[in-house]
């Protein structure tokens, strides 16, 4: 029932080394191809997905976590907790291990039990997406259909190349404009994320 990006995006383990590029700086796994369905490192960016819908994950709380934003151009994230960090909304992509049991009379997750605030109902991504698989709902009625402009190499507006040419020596850190941009040059490429910030989005209600 879960469409292979979906699947792939829960079951994935992020952040663990890239076996490419292990005596790279910054070569922890942190981009998720939607066309692939798998994740790489920043340093695989431009030589293998250049062209394919990109979605960035981050840590909080040593917890996979996905920007609001971003997520919710994919699939309905509306009773889910979301939690802000560096001013940005973001979604925990998990079911985070619980230190305590949950009193019968507060708000919790309805698959997992963990505490929330009202009136959310979920902790997770994959919390909402078990529950409505195990209630035997049909994913399709929050599933969106994305534009992949909206998750093209561009959208990582501040990513920083450090730029390495032939002869070894290494051009101090520019912006890469875009895939093909004017600033792209041959050589190893180096990289690293800054935070984006944008406005807090809407959300829709649960169907």
Known sequence: MKPAWLEGLMAESFFAACGVHQNCRKNEKNIFCLNCCQS?????????????PLLQVRRYVYQDVI???DLEKLIDCSYIQPYTINSAKV????????????????????????ILQDPFHFCSLSCKVNYMVYQGENLSQILYKFDHSDFSISQFEDLRVDMADEGGHVTPSSILEGYGGSKKKRGLLMLSFGNRRKGAPQRSPLS
């Open 67 to 69: 920007r609001l934003d």
């Open 91 to 114: 979604i925990f992509l998990n079911q985070r291990p619980q230190s305590r049991s949950c009193n019968g009379s507060a708000n919790s997750c309805y698959t997992c039990y963990r």
């Open 40 to 52: 790489f490192c920043p340093h695989c960016l431009l030589s293998h997905h250049p062209s394919h």
